[in-house]
T-cell receptor, first 110, second 115 residues
Framework: KQEVTQIPAALSVPEGENLVLNCSFT??????LQWFRQDPGKGLTSLLL?????REQTSGRLNASLDKSSGRSTLYIAASQPGDSATYLC?????????FGAGTTVTVRA | EPEVTQTPSHQVTQMGQEVILRCVPI?????FYWYRQILGQKVEFLVS????????KSEIFDDQFSVERPDGSNFTLKIRSTKLEDSAMYFC?????????????FGNGTRLTVT
């Protein structure tokens, strides 16, 4: 059974600081890993998808890396802004089932 | 950009009543999912659906739950006899396929409140 862990559970930083969010998983036989953002009371917005054959993906200020052998992914957010405040979730896809971490709740202070 | 739509956004029901949560996945997607998120807790997988049948289900998805794709566009989750602990946000998701590049798209969810 896939277990996905996200550390830290919460993070508070001043505006402009870079963010580093970690996701670890126990079963490396994944199709892909996807990072999502969730705002309070809202759905999940896809940020980045890393295919199993890839090492990283970038979109604007976001960069996600994937190391399947060690069961880890890291999401970097450069030059954080108050609008980045949200909960960030990672999801690992095996076959027909997807396993989410509990998320990291980020607060960026103006 | 096409999106997954869910209705209603909020449903209140009494314990023991049946509820049907509705979802319209993105039109060319083949795989469909239901998830739930109890307030303050993690997103939990309920069921996946492909080719008009359940592909996989979690231990949460017991006999009280069922899913259906009654036509070419809707994907529904039915809870036969709701319990207080069924109160949660229910998210529908879809993806075009499985494999390396098949991003998951979520709806905005239905908040179910069981009183």
């Amino acid at each position: 059974k896939q277990e996905v862990t996200q550390i830290p559970a919460a993070l508070s930083v001043p505006e402009g600081e870079n963010l580093v969010l970690n996701c670890s998983f126990t079963d490396s036989a994944i199709y892909n890993l996807q990072w999502f953002r969730q705002d309070p009371g809202k759905g999940l917005t896809s940020l980045l998808l890393i295919q199993s054959s890839q090492r990283e993906q970038t979109s604007g200020r976001l960069n996600a890396s994937l190391d399947k052998s060690s069961g880890r992914s890291t999401l970097y957010i450069a030059a954080s802004q108050p609008g980045d405040s949200a909960t960030y979730l990672c999801d690992c896809s095996n076959d027909y089932k997807l396993s989410f971490g509990a998320g990291t709740t980020v607060t960026v202070r103006a | 950009e096409p999106e997954v739509t869910q209705t209603p956004s909020h449903q209140v029901t009494q314990m023991g009543q049946e509820v049907i949560l509705r979802c319209v996945p993105i039109s060319n997607h083949l795989y469909f999912y239901w998830y739930r998120q109890i307030l303050g807790q993690k997103v939990e997988f309920l069921v996946s659906f492909y080719n008009n049948e359940i592909s996989e289900k979690s231990e949460i998805f017991d006999d009280q739950f069922s899913v259906e794709r009654p036509d070419g566009s809707n994907f529904t989750l039915k809870i036969r006899s709701t319990k207080l602990e069924d109160s949660a946000m229910y998210f529908c998701a879809s993806r075009p396929g499985t494999g390396d590049y098949s991003p998951l798209h979520f709806g905005n969810g239905t908040r179910l409140t069981v009183t």
